[in-house]
């Protein structure tokens, strides 16, 4: 417990944290209010009132998934800002555990990432309901819980997933750049490549995508979570692996 708190002490601390924080949770809040306006204004006048709780919840987590870079970034430069400035060896002074500042580290980003989409989804969802009163939606239904479930991991994948690159690869433009790369150009790169559509389908996107009922579904929900999870620890896994057993990082003078 005392490296979770020594972690969330220096997160909070540093500028950037909440100037990432805001700029993702502002932006998918925006895009989640226009999305959410421009879905609904063309909801048929026979949508059933449960139509109508399921549509608002497949939109505000559409604009909550939206918000998975920066807070990707945010988590890359968690560690990346402590390797430039060499406050990382100070880190290490006061825990010796590589595998315990990794783990601490990704328990507060974890819960950061969540408060996160809990800042877009609820005002979001509160939104939805008062735009969507002429429909008199119910609360949600059972299958709502999945879109809630799978956009909230998504979140917190994209933000593990830029720990564990930050972790492995000691600089933040390189972390960031590989995690653009993985969220952005491959899954685009796989759309207009021969059998691209078949790789996309074991990147997070996907499955992501699935679970908030964007994409047909291809896989059953539990292997759509698996997959969410397995690119949520395994990332983190070998960072810890490849950490562990390593001398002190020294900056260059």
């Keep these: 417990m005392n490296a979770v708190a020594a972690e969330w002490i220096k997160l909070r601390s540093l500028r950037s944290t909440w100037w990432s924080l805001g700029a993702g949770v502002l932006t998918a809040l925006a895009l989640t209010v226009l999305g959410a306006y421009a879905v609904i204004s ?11 709780a399921m549509g608002i919840v497949v939109a505000v987590y559409v604009g909550v998934v939206l918000a998975q870079l920066p807070l990707g970034m945010l988590g890359a430069m968690s560690i990346t800002g402590e390797h430039a400035s060499g406050m990382i060896d100070t880190t290490f002074v006061a825990t010796p555990s590589r595998s315990r500042v990794l783990l601490a580290k990704a328990c507060v980003l974890g819960g950061l990432a969540v408060a996160a989409s809990l800042l877009i989804a609820i005002p979001g969802y ?10 008199h939606p119910t609360s949600p239904p059972a299958g709502a819980w999945a879109v809630v479930a799978g956009g909230t991991l998504m979140i917190v994948m994209t933000t593990l997933l830029g720990l564990a690159l930050g972790a492995l690869f000691r600089n933040g433009a390189v972390a960031i750049s590989v995690l653009v790369v993985l969220l952005g150009l491959v899954p685009f790169a796989g759309q207009v490549l021969p059998g691209g559509d078949v790789a996309n389908r074991v990147l997070p996107g996907y499955p992501a995508l699935q679970l908030i009922e964007q994409v047909p579904d291809i896989m059953p929900d539990p292997a759509a979570f698996a997959l969410l999870a397995a690119w949520t620890i395994i990332p983190l896994l070998l960072a810890i692996r490849a950490n562990v057993g390593g001398r002190l990082y020294r900056p260059r003078s």
């Design 126 to 135: 509160l939104y939805g309901q008062a735009v969507a009163a002429e429909f």
């Design 42 to 52: 063309r909801w048929d006048p026979g949508q059933a009132g449960e139509q109508a």
